[in-house]
């Protein structure tokens, strides 16, 4: 996952997310405070929804895990 804010036309890297990620079930398997602009997370095959708070806005991301693949994904704030 990277996190980055749209400036004007710009996007820009960003740190100190707060990251919570839940199974399809609910169940929180993570919750952590990301001092860099990214975090590599090993998860196996599966529905996963993430909280990620840059200092007061949230936002709520679904995603799919599939064994064996890499999966980038984009948490920007605008």
């Not at 919750?31 to 860099?36: K, L, R």
């Not at 997370?41 to 996963?48: F, M, R, T």
């Not at 991301?61 to 605008?78: A, D, L």
């Amino acid at each position: 996952m990277e996190f980055s804010q749209t400036n004007g036309n710009q996007s820009e890297w960003v740190s100190n997310v707060l990251l919570v990620v839940k199974d399809a079930k609910g169940v929180q398997l993570l919750s952590h405070q990301v001092d860099g602009p990214f975090i590599l997370l090993d998860l196996k095959s599966g529905k996963y929804s993430s909280e990620s708070t840059y200092g007061t806005q949230k936002l709520l991301t679904n995603f799919y895990v599939t064994n064996g693949q890499h999966k980038k994904i984009n948490i920007n704030w605008k």
